[in-house]
């Protein structure tokens, strides 16, 4: 059976001995530094009775404070770039990078890099912003991030290390998703075949949660959560109308987890339609069918969509963004028009209210658990890229922070597997079928 290759890459032998004052006994009441022996499994699952044993690149590199680090701190300068859209707890994890470098390792000399992979671009003309323990103190309170983000630049993997280089940069923190790991991953390739000792070093951010090898990104369980207030407002509406229909749009062009994590938070959702899982309009078993069936049975349904459904009923589009993705077509004003034109061909008087919450639930600040886990991101991350690791992602598996190579985190997308216990949960809260297939 194939196995996945775990094995993280390093700049050199970690011969500096670390700022960070911690211990390597278990019985001093002081926190450990971590070792590069200290590994966990991937997968959890077992079978009785079957011996198993593990090559070391099997294995997954716990993250944490070594004993020893690569970089001399007083040479350190530091790179910070937020790419992509946005996502809550962008300046979180800025934060908690800057304040581990400066506080725990003496580093100060940190910029920030402007709107995405452009602001290494020359042409773009964008200054750096020099990023303190002063600048950063704030910056968690408010939603967004302090540098600015942009789509595109990626592609351009030569130009972007020939800036790495000039800029002298030791260290480089690449935070964003899919698109902008693939882009870091390139880097660190090009960067290691000149021979250049910088490290590469990336934060998980996609608010889709679809990035492989990532039990959750940051910003999800935000994004969930002010997902369940439009749901629960457009559950209002729908209950307190005549035939009253909810529909609620959320993120996931590909991936269908904050829909699914919308509908098990709120409870009041009827039908959960995701990428993952194709439905019908028509016909007997189709969602129009079903939809007015049940106004029929309770006077009222609700619906959340992820942008990505759906989209084999809409006419496809050879037009890309500036990250490479495929333009998608709007789902949620499709079923709107739909649903509003079946009902109105049937002679049922429906009232429907449409709500699309994606840029609200994108610009807003972290809740109190996604800030914990930002900052333990933005620590680890540090921590990682001082010990000379590079083309490394600082992910959690298992409930704990490791170090996951990029190509492998973006060789493929997490998706939902339509017969896991998860989309088992979401059919079985709506009570929707399980296939709305004729």
């Given amino acids: 059976m194939p196995t996945n290759d775990f094995s993280i890459p390093s700049l050199g032998k970690a011969s500096v001995k670390s700022p960070v004052a911690l211990s390597k006994r278990n019985d001093d009441l002081i926190a450990n530094y971590v070792s590069d022996d200290e590994l966990i499994v991937y997968d959890v699952q077992a079978v009785p009775d079957t011996p198993v044993t593990y090559a070391r690149r099997e294995l997954i590199e716990k993250a944490g404070p070594r004993e020893f680090i690569y970089f001399d701190p007083s040479k350190v300068r530091a790179g910070i770039v937020t790419c992509g859209g946005l996502c809550p707890g962008l300046n979180d994890v800025i934060r908690a ?30 200054e750096t912003m020099d990023l303190d323990h002063t600048t950063v103190s704030e910056i968690h309170r408010q939603g967004g991030t302090i540098l600015g983000s942009s789509r595109g630049g990626g592609e351009n993997i030569e130009a972007l290390v020939d800036s790495i280089e000039r800029m002298n940069l030791s260290l480089f923190f690449t935070i964003g998703g899919d698109g902008t790991q693939r882009g870091a991953c390139r880097i ?42 439009a ?43 995701i990428p993952e899982v ?29 942008e990505g459904a759906g989209q084999e009923h809409l006419a496809a589009s050879a037009q890309t963004d500036a990250s490479g993705n ?29 709500i699309d919450p994606s840029y609200i639930i994108r610009s807003t600040p972290a809740n109190p658990n996604d800030s914990i886990y930002c900052t333990r991101l933005g620590n680890n991350a540090a921590h990682a890229a001082m010990a000379g690791k590079t083309g490394a992602l600082v992910s959690l598996i298992n409930n704990t922070f490791v ?13 939902i597997d339509p017969e896991s216990p998860l989309w088992r949960d979401v059919i079985q809260a709506t009570g929707q079928p399980a296939l709305l297939k004729n």
């Fill in 231 to 273: 749901v629960a407002g457009a559950h209002v509406e729908a209950h307190d109308a005549v035939n009253g229909i909810g529909i609620v749009k959320v993120m996931g062009r590909e991936s269908g987890f904050i829909a699914a994590h919308t509908a098990l938070g709120n409870n009041d959702v009827n039908y959960v339609l």
């Fill in 326 to 354: 495929r333009k998608l077509g709007d789902i949620g004003i499709f079923l709107k028009e739909r649903i509003s034109a079946y009902f109105t061909k049937e002679g049922i008087e429906i009232n429907l209210k449409y």
């Fill in 97 to 126: 990078i800057v304040m581990t470098l400066w506080h725990q390792y003496g580093v100060r000399s940190i910029a920030g890099i402007r709107f995405g992979y452009r602001g290494l671009l020359p042409q773009w003309g964008y």
């Fill in 188 to 229: 660190a390739e090009e960067i290691e075949r000149r021979k250049l000792k910088t490290a590469v070093i990336g934060i998980p951010k996609t608010i889709d949660n679809d990035l492989s090898f990532v039990q959750k990104s940051f910003g999800f369980e935000t994004a969930v959560g002010k997902a369940v207030e």
């Fill in 278 to 306: 194709p439905f019908d309009l028509e016909g007997e078993r189709g969602l129009l069918t079903n939809i007015r069936e049940r106004l029929a049975r309770r006077n009222h349904a609700l619906i959340v969509i992820a």
């Fill in 403 to 415: 170090h996951v190579p990029m190509d492998l985190a973006v060789a493929k997308r997490n998706r």
